[in-house]
Nanobody, 114 residues
Framework: VQLQASGGGLVQTGGSLTLSCVAS????????VGWYRQVPGNQREWVAR???????DYGDSVTGRLIISRDNATNTVYLEMNSLKPEDTAIYYC?????????WGQGTLVTVSS
């Protein structure tokens, strides 16, 4: 199974972006799907997740600004990012895991200019 993350880019402070993570097979309804981010030289940071039952959870640094959602019909998980800050600049990765598997996408770069 492959996860393809996309939607990153350059945005000004206060702007918005929506990231997408598409799976090559229908696994999201059976997985905990999360978005993580990483600045080179730093540890990967968890930012949001959605359970197989649709429950969502967010990291403290992004609560109220990010929304994770899932479309099982298209095998896609979205991360809507609003009120972006320069400190949100990072490579964003999606992850899908269960007791049977653990898949990572290749990452998409988000750059927020001040």
């Amino acid at each position: 199974v492959q996860l393809q993350a996309s939607g990153g880019g350059l945005v000004q402070t206060g702007g918005s972006l929506t990231l997408s993570c598409v799976a090559s097979r229908s696994i999201f309804s059976r997985a905990l799907v999360g978005w993580y981010r990483q600045v080179p030289g730093n540890q990967r940071e968890w930012v949001a997740r959605i359970s197989s039952g649709g429950e969502t959870d967010y990291g403290d640094s992004v609560t109220g600004r990010l929304i994770i959602s899932r479309d099982n019909a298209t095998n896609t998980v979205y991360l809507e990012m609003n009120s972006l800050k320069p400190e949100d600049t990072a490579i964003y990765y999606c992850n899908a895991r269960s007791v049977l598997f653990n898949y990572w996408g290749q990452g998409t770069l988000v750059t927020v200019s001040s």
